[in-house]
């Protein structure tokens, strides 16, 4: 059943009118609902496409956090062959906030890491919504130098609110897990590309998120921290978190003008949720040009290629 936005009302009415008459039509045959159906779909269609070309910050957040937008565990199963997860840090515990594992893509041997959110109360809790603890962040980490010793590209799927911020996580070095992970990420010797999928938050998608080629599904969002975090510490109100949203410049747009992301894979009308296998056809177009893009290029040249990439963020401004 498809759950829809605040801002999507004038398309959920529609929706729900297309419905009631099928309903309608399955229970007595004989009513003739086809050209009735087609004029309200049609009116859905455009007013969903009104909706969608101007979507505030704010409303890409809510359309990057819908409930229904895949997750890593929906890439991995429509873009992955073989895929054998990882589990542990080798020093502390298993983190399924963190999913880390090798596949293939295309036919080639592949890393694959990332931050699974869940899709019921059940996996949520889980997987703790996606927040990682250290250990999460060791045990990618340890994905990638394995990667980096059998020259194995490692992609990244990033979709957090940020790392868990638990006394427990503190206490065994949340910061210093994250910032080991981010070191790993600038070392390689093998290419690596993180994708922003829903949300990008602080260091908990830096710790992955250090790639030759970063990208950003269009209605994904990246921030040092998030726009009700953001709108308490700036307004000491979160309720402001709408200001806060646009202020902060979070959209795949904005960052791709500031430079600090290389470049937008666009989602269907309606966000992702609404198509998903679209979305899932131009990730796989977007990963395929990235790994052609630096065949035959050394370890050398990968590495600079990355610190280059970084050290020019904002120079430009």
């Not at 009513?31 to 505030?56: C, F, N, Q």
């Not at 206490?171 to 994250?178: C, K, L, S």
């Not at 290389?262 to 309606?270: Q, Y």
Request: glycine share 8%.
């Amino acid at each position: 059943m498809q759950s829809y936005l605040d801002f999507e009302k004038p398309v959920a009415d529609l929706e729900g009118k297309i419905a009631e008459l099928k309903s309608i039509a399955a229970i007595d045959q004989a009513v003739s609902i086809d050209e009735e159906v087609y004029r309200l779909s049609s009116r859905a269609d455009e007013a969903l496409v009104e909706i969608y070309k101007k979507l505030t910050p704010w409303q890409k957040t809510q359309v990057a956090r819908h409930p229904q937008r895949p997750h890593f565990s929906d890439y991995i199963k429509t873009l992955i062959t073989e895929w054998w997860p990882m589990a542990g840090d080798r020093k502390f515990a298993e983190d399924s906030a963190i999913q880390a594992g090798f596949g293939r893509f295309n036919g080639q041997p592949v890393a694959v890491i990332g931050q699974e959110k869940g899709n019921s109360t059940e996996t949520r809790l889980k997987h703790n919504f996606g927040m990682a603890r250290p250990e999460g962040y060791r045990k990618a980490a340890r994905i990638m130098e394995m990667a980096d010793r059998f020259n194995i590209p490692v992609i990244s799927l990033v979709d957090t609110a940020g790392a868990y911020p638990g006394i427990g996580a503190e206490e065994r070095g949340q910061a210093e897990a994250i910032a080991r992970s981010t070191e790993k990420s600038l070392e390689l010797g093998v290419p690596n590309i993180a994708i922003i999928i829903s949300e990008g938050g602080s260091g908990g998608a830096i710790a992955i998120a250090t790639a030759n080629r970063v990208l950003m599904l269009e209605h994904a969002i990246y921030s040092v921290i998030s726009p009700e975090g953001g709108a308490t510490i700036l307004w000491r109100d979160a309720a402001c978190a709408q200001d806060a949203a646009t202020n902060m410049k979070i959209t795949a747009a904005d960052l791709l003008g500031f430079g600090v992301i290389d470049g937008i894979i666009p989602e269907p009308t309606g966000g992702a949720h609404r198509h998903p296998e679209t979305v899932m056809a131009s990730t796989r177009e977007a990963l395929a040009k990235f790994l052609a893009d630096f065949v035959g290029q050394s370890r050398l040249e990968i590495r600079e290629h990355r610190r280059e990439k970084f050290m020019a963020i904002g120079s430009t401004l």
